[in-house]
């Protein structure tokens, strides 16, 4: 619930091929999150350095349905702007029975890495 309160500054995303089933997401906390869109069995998290999340690609979306604290529901959608200059993530959290739901969007814009490495 951390994250969603106070959400990182900055997220890195990394697909490696555009088949894979998995990405991978970095923060500037040092807070690495594996989105696998396979199926295949998660691991349990051991702190909040990394975790593995189950998802889903929705067309050009990438969806996750999260068990948070007290059973609460958390979804989670991850979407490139049409002009392909931020990613905006849309987290919706409810209660158990999905009760009393809140909507929270986060907007990150693009950067370049080229610049920055030159």
Do not use: C
Request: aromatic share 8%.
């Amino acid at each position: 619930m951390g994250d969603i309160v106070n959400p990182p500054r900055e997220i890195k995303f990394m697909q490696p091929q555009p088949d894979d089933p998995t990405v991978e997401s970095t923060d500037d906390r040092e807070h690495r999150r594996m989105f696998y869109t396979d199926g295949r069995k998660l691991q349990k998290s051991k702190g909040p350095d990394y975790e593995e999340i189950a998802a889903k690609w929705d067309g050009n979306k990438l969806v996750t349905d999260e068990v948070g604290a007290h059973k609460g529901k958390i979804s989670r959608t991850f979407e490139v702007s049409s002009d392909g200059r931020q990613l905006v993530e849309t987290v919706r959290v409810a209660d158990s029975k999905g009760n009393h739901p809140v909507n929270v969007q986060y907007v990150y814009d693009a950067i370049d890495e080229r610049e920055f490495n030159q």
